[in-house]
Structure formats: structure tokens, C-alpha cells
């Protein structure tokens, strides 16, 4: 049964700034105790693919410290859960906690899904005396026909704050491979939606699995930052600070920014809404991107 009360400090949170969520198998501890020094913005500890079936359980109860240690820097904790229904309940119950900003959500299918996890996050966090709605949700897009309901996956609940593409799930859904061709629409549709419904668009139109050759990397992130992605998931360390850096303002940007404001603020004297910079007409639409450029360096 969905239910439709919410707590007022769900609709109330701030969208996070996650250029970077770096994948961590919960069930290797090498990797989690390395994990905070990264320079990720953040972190998830994945309970689903990267993790055997035969060391779930065990992953689960190490939680509390992986939390605890992925996030002593300061980045965001994430959890992924699996999708599997006995699976999932063992999840939550394991990963509603203190020190978890949100849950990765595999293979979403549905607005219903997503508002049956969140009644059961509440349920949790009021049993455990817990802030209400400070959890989050970011929501994997990984099957075609979540692609028809993107947007009522995107406004499905006020946990909802990222949507991201899973190409190589995606790819293998339709029965092809993850390549710029296919992946093009798909993470397109992802960004609307997102964008729509004030969510945080991750991602790149690329396999999540090329880290090696990281002169594409660095070209697909900085396009996927062109296109108007916020940031991507990143399965290897190496990723991260390419991450960072393609999706944070360039100093050319940034100056660029400056000068629109400038030129902004003496218009306006001037009684003008729209004005010449440089050869170029900038109006309002344009001032407000420079606005967000600016925003983007303060929150670096």
C-alpha cells in the first residue's frame, strides 16, 4: 500500500553536489578503508552486484563501520541495495542508519516501487528515532520500459535527488552493447526527466567500465557536462578526479561568468534586460547560466 503522508523536512533538503559517487564493494575491506582518500564527493558501499551472493550477509552486518569509514573526509555515504525483495529488506534493515545520506536504487521500474521503499525508509527511521526524510534516493535507470515512466519515476517521492543511466545493465537489457549510439537517447531521456523534477542528472554516454583509457574518459565527462549532466558514477578510483574536474567550472568558464555579471549589473542601470558582450547578445537565460557557473566554484 502506498501512502501519501510525508515528513515536511523531506521537501525542505538541499540538492547535494556529487561530481563524483565512487562504487565500493562492501565486502572488501581494503577497498573500504581506502575509500574516504579518494577525493570522491561520495561514496557508495555497494550491497548488490560487486558483492557475491555468499558475502551479502556478511557486508551487512560490517555496514556501521564501512559507513563510519568511507565518510571520515566528509563525503557523502551511499548504500546500493539489491533489487530482490528478501534481499532489499535485509538491506534497509541494515543500511537505515545514521551517517547514510542516501540509497542507490537498482534497476527501478516504477513510481510505486520507489514510494514502497520509501514507506518502508520511514518506517525505519521512526523505529530507530532517526531525522525523517534526511535519506535520499538515487534511482538506476537500467531496463527500456523505465524509460516510459521516467518521469513519474523522477516526482515518484521528496526522497527522490539523482537519476542516473546504468548503461552496461541498459545495454545488455535491449540486447546490445554499451556504445555512444545507444546510450545517446537513453541518457538524454535520464537528463529531462531529472532536470524536470529539480533531481540531479548522473552520468556520461559511455560504458561505466572504460577507466583505463582515460583521454576518452576525460572527453565523455566533459561532453556529458556540455549535454547538462551534474556529475557520474564512477566504478574505479582513477575515475574520480577526472570526474571533478570535467564537471566543475574551467577558469575560462569562470571568467567568462564574472563578465557577464559585470556586464549584468550595468545594463540593469541602463533599464536593459538583454545586452551585447563581446559580439554576443546575452539575455536573461545566458545570465542565469553564469549565475550557476559561479555557484557551482562556491560549492567546490
Known amino acids: 500500500m502506498i501512502r501519501d503522508t510525508v515528513p515536511a523536512v523531506e521537501s525542505s533538503m538541499s540538492v547535494p553536489r556529487w561530481r563524483s559517487l565512487l562504487f ?25 552486484d560487486s558483492v557475491p551472493q555468499d558475502q551479502k550477509g556478511e557486508s551487512r552486518r560490517q555496514l556501521s563501520e564501512s559507513v563510519a569509514k568511507v565518510g571520515r573526509k566528509g563525503a557523502s555515504v551511499l548504500v546500493r541495495v539489491n ?35 520509501a514507506n518502508a525508509v520511514s518506517d525505519l527511521e521512526r523505529e530507530r528515532n532517526l531525522a525523517p526524510g534526511r535519506i535520499r534516493f538515487l534511482a538506476q535507470i537500467e531496463t527500456p520500459g523505465a524509460l ?38 537513453p541518457n538524454l531521456s535520464v537528463l529531462f526527466a531529472a532536470r524536470a523534477a529539480g533531481l540531479l542528472p548522473l552520468g556520461f554516454v559511455g560504458s561505466i567500465g572504460e577507466f583505463s583509457d582515460t583521454h576518452k574518459l576525460r572527453e565523455a565527462a566533459a561532453h556529458a557536462r556540455r549535454l547538462g549532466f551534474a556529475g557520474a558514477l564512477a566504478i574505479h578510483p582513477t575515475q574520480v578526479s577526472i570526474f571533478n574536474e570535467a564537471f566543475s567550472p574551467s577558469a575560462q568558464e569562470l571568467e567568462w561568468a564574472h563578465r557577464v555579471i559585470v556586464a549584468e549589473n550595468d545594463a540593469a542601470t541602463r533599464g536593459l534586460s538583454a545586452f551585447s558582450l563581446n559580439g554576443r547578445m546575452v539575455d536573461p537565460p545566458v545570465v542565469r547560466r553564469a549565475h550557476e557557473i559561479l555557484a557551482l566554484a562556491s560549492d567546490n
Do not use: N
Open 148 to 185: 516510459q515512466r521516467l518521469a513519474a519515476i523522477a516526482s515518484a517521492h521528496p526522497r527522490m535527488v539523482a537519476m542516473a543511466l546504468g548503461p552496461e545493465d541498459f545495454s545488455a537489457a535491449v540486447g546490445g552493447a554499451p556504445e555512444f549510439d545507444l546510450l545517446l537517447t
Open 83 to 117: 533489487r530482490g525483495l528478501r534481499a532489499l529488506a535485509a538491506d534497509l534493515d541494515a543500511a537505515v542508519m545514521e551517517g547514510v545520506d542516501a540509497l542507490v536504487l537498482p534497476k527501478t521500474e516504477s513510481a510505486e516501487w520507489v514510494s514502497e521503499i
Open 24 to 48: 565500493v564493494p562492501a565486502h572488501v575491506p581494503r577497498f573500504v578503508e581506502a575509500a574516504h582518500e579518494r577525493g570522491a564527493d561520495g561514496v557508495v558501499l555497494d550491497l548488490e
